[in-house]
């Protein structure tokens, strides 16, 4: 088999068939049908929107779950602090974290891009969950202060990584009660509060640019390092791959509801009977053909450092050294890129946005 039959035979922007939109409420009170749909959604796509409203509704009768109202203000946080000039920002830059890279300022333009040949068109700042609850090893000893804006509002940004957690950890256990029968390890004692590992938030602004023809463009297709990735986003813009029709499905914000997606570490957890969803971030482009600017937050749930698992070539890992791989093939030149399946799961598959 060459590397070309490797290649999807067509890769479509969008098809009509969404995503599945799954109860945070029906998985929490063990709904048998709602939790065979998600352990279907994870099996299949790898990712699902959850409706967290219904929640709140019934608590406290609100009309929004409360980190929706938390990631509106982080999205005016993150205004602020990429607002703040280059070389400034630069001074957190995310190669002085450690050489787990957790946290920090990654500017735009340092990975690949979502078109071939071009750079990546976003910056973020990841704050680590390790750093704001103090846990061992101090991810960035020259800059223990964040940048002004972040270390104004750090009380908000942990009661929003907490909540994140929360819910990661509701799922994650739900899946180990279908999943893993004893006396396997539970996903859940991979993942135990006080921990190291390498969970963060990455708060992300895409640029806005006067064309599509702009050369920083999306974020390239991947597949997430970690366990469960939790997006919250100001618009559309991310696209998912679906395995059954081996095409990309669009999935724009919905109200009430998140974006859940599966990432490796899970998927090897699960002796691979879960999908690592492979998703990209295409421009948000206008009638005018200018791309607007996009704000997304995502919540990247991993597992400890040393939590071990077996890849999908039968390679034993810890958690640890496994971040460290994808991080270093995030920034690696496409040739590298398409030589291993590290990347998008697929060898020879880079899933690029032909626009
Ligand atoms: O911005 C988004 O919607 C997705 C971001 C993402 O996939 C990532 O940072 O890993
Ligand atoms: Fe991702």
Partial sequence: MGPSSLVPAFDLAETSVPLLALSLSGIAAGDAFEVEKFVEACKTDGGFYLDLDEVSNRESGTRHH???????????????????????????????????????????????????????????????????????????????????????????????????????????????????????????????????????????????????????????????????????????????FRPSTSSWVSVPPRPGSIFVNVGDSLRFMSGKRLTSCLHRVVPNTGLSGAVAERYSLAFFQRPELSARFVDSDGREWISEDWHRAKYKIFRADN?????????TGKKGFLGEWQG
């Fill in 66 to 240: 409360p980190l929706f109202s938390m990631a509106e203000e982080i999205f005016q946080v993150a205004s602020e602090v990429f607002a703040m000039p280059l070389q400034e920002k630069s001074r957190w830059e995310m190669d002085q974290w450690g050489d787990l890279q957790i946290g920090g300022y990654k500017p735009a333009g340092k990975h690949s891009g979502v078109c071939r040949g071009k750079r990546d068109g976003f910056e973020n700042f990841l704050v680590p969950l390790n750093a704001i609850f103090d846990i061992n090893p101090n991810p960035n000893p020259r800059h223990p202060q964040w940048p002004s804006p972040l270390s104004l509002r750090l009380d908000l940004i942990k009661e929003f990584e907490t909540s994140c957690q929360r819910i990661a950890l509701l799922l994650l256990s739900t899946l180990s009660n279908i999943l893993i029968p004893p006396p396997n390890i539970p996903f859940q004692h991979l993942h135990r509060e006080g921990q190291p590992s390498t969970t963060s938030l990455a708060i992300l602004r895409y640029l806005p640019s006067a064309s599509r023809a702009s050369d920083q463009v999306g974020h390239m297709a991947h597949t997430d390092v970690g366990s469960l990735t939790l997006i919250f986003a100001s618009s559309a813009g991310l696209q998912v």
């Fill in 335 to 343: 040739n590298e890129q398409t030589s291993t399946s590290l990347l």
